[in-house]
């Protein structure tokens, strides 16, 4: 999987791209990682640190119709 950035330059009251740079691959020095509920990308470190403040607890559901 490869990145890419793109610089460009949009008038701030029309929208309209004036001036717009060739892409460039960024170098990753680690794999990154998708959420696959929030579509968040990140480094693996970042999903971990989140986890450790904020960890998941066990809710009861119950099933009465």
């Given at each position: 999987?490869?990145?890419?950035?793109?610089?460009?330059?949009?008038?701030?009251?029309?929208?309209?791209?004036?001036?717009?740079?060739?892409?460039?691959?960024?170098?990753?020095?680690?794999?990154?990682?998708?959420?696959?509920?929030?579509q968040?990308?990140?480094?693996?470190?970042?999903?971990?640190?989140?986890?450790?403040?904020?960890?998941?607890?066990?809710?009861?559901?119950?099933?009465?119709?």
């Amino acid at each position: 999987m490869s990145s890419y950035n793109q610089r460009f330059l949009k008038d701030a009251i029309t929208g309209v791209v004036e001036e717009m740079a060739e892409p460039v691959e960024v170098q990753q020095t680690e794999p990154h990682i998708q959420c696959m509920v929030c579509q968040f990308v990140g480094n693996e470190m970042r999903f971990v640190k989140q986890a450790e403040r904020e960890p998941r607890t066990v809710t009861v559901v119950s099933s009465v119709y």
